[in-house]
Protein backbone atom coordinates (compact mmCIF):
# COMPACT_ATOMS: atom_id res chain seq x y z
CA UNK A 1 0.00 0.00 0.00
CA UNK A 2 1.42 3.50 -0.66
CA UNK A 3 1.80 5.53 1.71
CA UNK A 4 -0.26 8.47 2.22
CA UNK A 5 1.78 11.87 0.58
CA UNK A 6 1.58 15.29 2.65
CA UNK A 7 1.38 18.58 -0.07
CA UNK A 8 2.80 21.35 1.52
CA UNK A 9 1.70 24.71 0.01
CA UNK A 10 4.42 27.17 -2.11
CA UNK A 11 5.93 30.12 -1.29
CA UNK A 12 4.28 33.14 0.64
CA UNK A 13 6.88 35.94 -0.04
CA UNK A 14 7.55 35.77 -3.24
CA UNK A 15 3.84 35.09 -3.72
CA UNK A 16 3.26 38.23 -2.53
CA UNK A 17 5.65 39.91 -4.36
CA UNK A 18 4.42 38.95 -7.56
CA UNK A 19 1.06 40.26 -6.04
CA UNK A 20 2.30 43.90 -5.61
CA UNK A 21 3.66 43.41 -1.79
CA UNK A 22 6.92 44.37 -0.78
CA UNK A 23 10.07 42.93 -1.74
CA UNK A 24 13.14 44.82 0.89
CA UNK A 25 14.89 43.91 3.41
CA UNK A 26 12.85 43.88 6.65
CA UNK A 27 9.72 44.56 4.72
CA UNK A 28 9.42 41.43 2.32
CA UNK A 29 6.51 39.40 3.49
CA UNK A 30 6.39 41.15 6.83
CA UNK A 31 4.60 44.45 5.56
CA UNK A 32 1.66 42.68 3.90
CA UNK A 33 0.56 41.78 7.86
CA UNK A 34 -0.36 45.10 8.64
CA UNK A 35 -0.51 46.93 5.51
CA UNK A 36 -2.67 44.09 3.57
CA UNK A 37 -3.93 41.17 5.63
CA UNK A 38 -6.68 39.93 3.25
CA UNK A 39 -3.57 39.65 0.44
CA UNK A 40 -1.83 36.85 3.26
CA UNK A 41 -5.24 35.51 3.41
CA UNK A 42 -6.50 35.33 0.36
CA UNK A 43 -3.13 33.55 -0.67
CA UNK A 44 -3.32 31.00 2.30
CA UNK A 45 -7.20 30.37 0.92
CA UNK A 46 -5.89 30.15 -2.65
CA UNK A 47 -3.26 27.00 -1.73
CA UNK A 48 -5.61 25.29 0.13
CA UNK A 49 -8.05 25.72 -2.95
CA UNK A 50 -5.22 24.20 -5.22
CA UNK A 51 -5.44 21.09 -2.55
CA UNK A 52 -2.52 21.98 -0.14
CA UNK A 53 -3.06 19.35 3.09
CA UNK A 54 -0.66 22.03 4.87
CA UNK A 55 -0.76 26.02 4.82
CA UNK A 56 2.63 27.74 6.87
CA UNK A 57 2.35 30.91 8.44
CA UNK A 58 3.43 34.25 6.78
CA UNK A 59 6.22 34.47 9.45
CA UNK A 60 9.78 33.93 7.43
CA UNK A 61 10.71 37.00 7.56
CA UNK A 62 9.37 37.87 11.15
CA UNK A 63 12.32 38.04 13.40
CA UNK A 64 13.97 40.50 16.22
CA UNK A 65 16.62 41.42 13.45
CA UNK A 66 14.38 41.64 10.46
CA UNK A 67 11.96 43.66 11.92
CA UNK A 68 14.77 45.70 13.89
CA UNK A 69 16.49 46.46 10.96
CA UNK A 70 13.44 48.55 9.93
CA UNK A 71 12.46 49.99 13.04
CA UNK A 72 9.29 47.91 14.32
CA UNK A 73 10.74 45.35 16.26
CA UNK A 74 8.58 45.74 19.29
CA UNK A 75 5.28 44.82 16.82
CA UNK A 76 6.99 41.49 16.92
CA UNK A 77 4.18 39.89 18.75
CA UNK A 78 1.70 41.95 16.85
CA UNK A 79 2.80 40.38 13.80
CA UNK A 80 3.28 37.09 14.43
CA UNK A 81 -0.24 36.98 16.36
CA UNK A 82 -1.67 38.93 12.86
CA UNK A 83 0.38 35.72 10.96
CA UNK A 84 -1.27 32.96 13.42
CA UNK A 85 -4.84 34.54 12.81
CA UNK A 86 -4.54 35.14 8.85
CA UNK A 87 -3.43 31.07 8.59
CA UNK A 88 -6.66 30.03 10.71
CA UNK A 89 -9.17 32.26 9.16
CA UNK A 90 -7.73 31.04 5.48
CA UNK A 91 -8.54 27.58 7.08
CA UNK A 92 -11.66 28.24 8.56
CA UNK A 93 -12.86 29.77 5.89
CA UNK A 94 -12.81 27.03 3.66
CA UNK A 95 -14.16 23.87 2.77
CA UNK A 96 -11.38 21.46 3.82
CA UNK A 97 -11.12 22.51 7.75
CA UNK A 98 -8.80 19.09 7.99
CA UNK A 99 -5.62 21.50 6.67
CA UNK A 100 -2.97 21.64 9.28
CA UNK A 101 -1.12 24.95 9.93
CA UNK A 102 2.66 25.07 10.11
CA UNK A 103 4.30 27.77 12.31
CA UNK A 104 7.32 28.93 9.81
CA UNK A 105 10.47 29.57 11.89
CA UNK A 106 13.01 30.79 9.79
CA UNK A 107 16.81 31.60 10.32
CA UNK A 108 16.80 34.37 12.63
CA UNK A 109 19.64 37.08 11.39
CA UNK A 110 19.87 36.20 7.42
CA UNK A 111 19.16 33.26 4.86
CA UNK A 112 22.08 31.32 4.13
CA UNK A 113 23.98 32.32 6.76
CA UNK A 114 26.98 30.20 8.39
CA UNK A 115 27.96 33.06 11.54
CA UNK A 116 26.12 34.22 13.59
CA UNK A 117 26.29 36.95 16.34
CA UNK A 118 23.83 35.22 18.60
CA UNK A 119 24.96 32.36 21.23
CA UNK A 120 23.68 29.07 21.14
CA UNK A 121 21.40 29.55 24.39
CA UNK A 122 20.10 32.93 22.52
CA UNK A 123 19.50 31.38 19.03
CA UNK A 124 17.56 28.90 21.48
CA UNK A 125 15.56 31.82 23.68
CA UNK A 126 14.24 33.94 20.32
CA UNK A 127 13.32 30.52 18.58
CA UNK A 128 11.17 29.91 22.05
CA UNK A 129 10.00 33.04 21.79
CA UNK A 130 8.49 32.86 18.25
CA UNK A 131 7.24 29.23 19.13
CA UNK A 132 5.50 30.87 22.41
CA UNK A 133 3.72 33.18 20.39
CA UNK A 134 2.64 30.91 17.26
CA UNK A 135 1.48 28.11 19.58
CA UNK A 136 -2.22 28.96 20.16
CA UNK A 137 -2.74 28.87 15.79
CA UNK A 138 -0.70 26.33 14.86
CA UNK A 139 -0.37 22.18 14.51
CA UNK A 140 3.38 22.06 14.11
CA UNK A 141 6.23 23.81 13.96
CA UNK A 142 8.31 24.17 10.93
CA UNK A 143 12.27 25.08 11.28
CA UNK A 144 12.66 25.82 7.79
CA UNK A 145 15.73 26.96 5.68
CA UNK A 146 18.17 26.57 8.15
CA UNK A 147 22.07 26.29 7.22
CA UNK A 148 23.80 25.13 9.88
CA UNK A 149 23.92 22.57 12.54
CA UNK A 150 24.27 25.33 14.87
CA UNK A 151 20.88 26.83 13.95
CA UNK A 152 18.88 23.00 13.60
CA UNK A 153 20.24 21.89 17.43
CA UNK A 154 18.83 25.37 18.41
CA UNK A 155 15.75 25.28 16.90
CA UNK A 156 15.12 21.54 18.13
CA UNK A 157 15.73 22.58 21.87
CA UNK A 158 13.57 25.00 21.83
CA UNK A 159 10.50 23.07 20.31
CA UNK A 160 11.48 20.11 22.32
CA UNK A 161 8.59 19.37 25.31
CA UNK A 162 6.10 21.46 23.49
CA UNK A 163 3.39 18.92 22.81
CA UNK A 164 3.94 19.12 18.98
CA UNK A 165 4.85 17.75 15.88
CA UNK A 166 8.56 19.44 14.79
CA UNK A 167 9.58 19.38 11.46
CA UNK A 168 13.12 20.18 10.70
CA UNK A 169 13.95 21.64 6.73
CA UNK A 170 17.39 22.09 6.12
CA UNK A 171 18.67 24.43 2.76
CA UNK A 172 21.59 22.93 0.79
CA UNK A 173 23.81 24.21 -2.01
CA UNK A 174 22.30 24.55 -5.26
CA UNK A 175 23.61 22.43 -8.23
CA UNK A 176 23.38 19.10 -6.81
CA UNK A 177 25.30 19.59 -3.75
CA UNK A 178 24.42 17.63 -0.75
CA UNK A 179 26.23 20.46 1.69
CA UNK A 180 24.31 22.61 3.72
CA UNK A 181 24.66 25.84 3.02
CA UNK A 182 26.75 26.24 6.05
CA UNK A 183 29.51 23.59 4.96
CA UNK A 184 28.15 20.66 6.36
CA UNK A 185 27.12 17.50 4.77
CA UNK A 186 23.89 16.34 5.06
CA UNK A 187 24.65 13.00 6.11
CA UNK A 188 27.04 14.61 9.08
CA UNK A 189 24.33 17.37 9.90
CA UNK A 190 21.86 14.14 10.52
CA UNK A 191 24.65 12.29 12.73
CA UNK A 192 24.82 15.26 15.11
CA UNK A 193 21.04 15.83 15.28
CA UNK A 194 20.92 12.33 15.95
CA UNK A 195 23.51 12.65 19.00
CA UNK A 196 21.81 15.11 20.50
CA UNK A 197 19.29 13.32 21.20
CA UNK A 198 16.83 16.30 19.26
CA UNK A 199 15.75 14.11 15.82
CA UNK A 200 12.43 15.58 14.61
CA UNK A 201 9.60 13.84 13.33
CA UNK A 202 10.43 14.61 9.77
CA UNK A 203 13.25 16.08 8.13
CA UNK A 204 12.91 18.01 4.77
CA UNK A 205 15.11 19.85 2.52
CA UNK A 206 14.17 23.00 1.00
CA UNK A 207 14.85 26.46 -1.31
CA UNK A 208 17.28 25.40 -3.28
CA UNK A 209 17.58 23.97 -6.80
CA UNK A 210 15.23 20.57 -7.44
CA UNK A 211 18.78 18.79 -8.39
CA UNK A 212 20.10 19.52 -4.92
CA UNK A 213 16.87 17.82 -3.55
CA UNK A 214 16.96 14.83 -6.02
CA UNK A 215 20.60 14.15 -4.68
CA UNK A 216 19.84 13.92 -1.46
CA UNK A 217 16.93 11.92 -1.32
CA UNK A 218 19.26 8.36 -0.29
CA UNK A 219 20.51 10.75 2.23
CA UNK A 220 17.06 11.56 3.59
CA UNK A 221 16.10 7.85 3.09
CA UNK A 222 18.79 6.43 4.97
CA UNK A 223 18.03 8.66 8.03
CA UNK A 224 14.84 6.12 8.65
CA UNK A 225 13.04 9.49 9.74
CA UNK A 226 9.74 10.65 7.61
CA UNK A 227 11.38 13.04 4.84
CA UNK A 228 10.56 15.13 1.91
CA UNK A 229 11.72 18.09 0.48
CA UNK A 230 10.00 21.25 -1.26
CA UNK A 231 12.75 23.28 -4.06
CA UNK A 232 12.45 27.19 -5.01
CA UNK A 233 12.18 28.43 -8.54
CA UNK A 234 15.46 30.78 -8.32
CA UNK A 235 18.03 30.53 -10.81
CA UNK A 236 20.68 29.72 -7.66
CA UNK A 237 21.71 31.67 -4.60
CA UNK A 238 24.57 33.15 -5.67
CA UNK A 239 28.09 33.47 -3.81
CA UNK A 240 27.90 36.97 -3.47
CA UNK A 241 24.25 37.07 -1.82
CA UNK A 242 23.39 39.67 0.73
CA UNK A 243 21.07 39.82 3.00
CA UNK A 244 20.29 43.39 3.47
CA UNK A 245 19.73 43.42 -0.47
CA UNK A 246 16.74 41.52 -0.55
CA UNK A 247 15.16 39.05 -2.87
CA UNK A 248 16.17 41.67 -5.66
CA UNK A 249 19.59 40.13 -6.14
CA UNK A 250 17.44 36.45 -7.46
CA UNK A 251 16.61 35.92 -10.52
CA UNK A 252 13.62 33.49 -11.41
CA UNK A 253 13.40 30.31 -13.66
CA UNK A 254 11.42 30.61 -16.15
CA UNK A 255 11.78 27.33 -17.30
CA UNK A 256 9.75 25.54 -14.08
CA UNK A 257 6.40 24.88 -14.97
CA UNK A 258 3.91 23.35 -12.90
CA UNK A 259 4.56 20.54 -15.26
CA UNK A 260 8.16 20.53 -15.29
CA UNK A 261 8.36 20.76 -11.42
CA UNK A 262 5.99 17.84 -10.85
CA UNK A 263 8.13 15.42 -12.91
CA UNK A 264 11.22 16.64 -10.11
CA UNK A 265 8.72 16.19 -7.23
CA UNK A 266 7.59 12.50 -8.73
CA UNK A 267 11.26 11.67 -8.67
CA UNK A 268 10.89 12.39 -4.71
CA UNK A 269 8.22 10.60 -3.99
CA UNK A 270 9.66 7.78 -6.11
CA UNK A 271 12.51 7.60 -3.95
CA UNK A 272 10.36 7.58 -0.71
CA UNK A 273 9.30 11.40 0.00
CA UNK A 274 6.10 11.24 1.83
CA UNK A 275 6.04 15.14 1.93
CA UNK A 276 6.44 17.80 -1.24
CA UNK A 277 5.15 20.75 -1.91
CA UNK A 278 7.28 24.31 -2.46
CA UNK A 279 9.43 27.13 -1.55
CA UNK A 280 9.95 30.74 -3.25
CA UNK A 281 8.52 30.97 -6.96
CA UNK A 282 6.27 28.21 -6.27
CA UNK A 283 3.23 29.07 -6.71
CA UNK A 284 -0.59 28.05 -6.46
CA UNK A 285 -0.58 26.22 -9.98
CA UNK A 286 2.32 24.55 -9.43
CA UNK A 287 0.72 22.99 -6.09
CA UNK A 288 -2.47 22.38 -7.85
CA UNK A 289 -0.42 20.25 -10.17
CA UNK A 290 1.26 18.48 -7.54
CA UNK A 291 -2.03 17.58 -5.84
CA UNK A 292 -3.18 16.14 -9.53
CA UNK A 293 -0.28 13.99 -8.95
CA UNK A 294 -0.40 12.50 -5.76
CA UNK A 295 -4.13 11.96 -6.32
CA UNK A 296 -3.08 9.90 -9.45
CA UNK A 297 -0.43 8.38 -7.74
CA UNK A 298 -2.57 7.10 -4.45
Not at 36 to 60: E, K, S
Not at 146 to 156: M, Q, R, V
Not at 179 to 199: E, F, N, T, W
Request: proline share 4%; aromatic share 6%; hydrophobic share 40%.
Amino acid sequence: MVKKVILLDGGMGQEIVNRGGKGGYGEWATAALHEDPDLVRQIHADYIGAGADVITTNTYGTTRARLRHVGIEDRLGELLRAAGQLACQARDHSAKRDVRIAASLPPLEASYASEFTLSFAQMAGEFAELMDLLEPYVDFFLGETLSTIFEAEAFLGAAAGRGKPVWLSLTLEDHGSTHLRGGAQLSDAIASIRISKLSPDALLINCCTPDSITSAMPVLRASGMPFGAYANGFVEIPESWDEAGGVAQLSTRRDLSPEVYSADVARWMEAGASIVGGCCEVGPAHIARLRQLIDETN
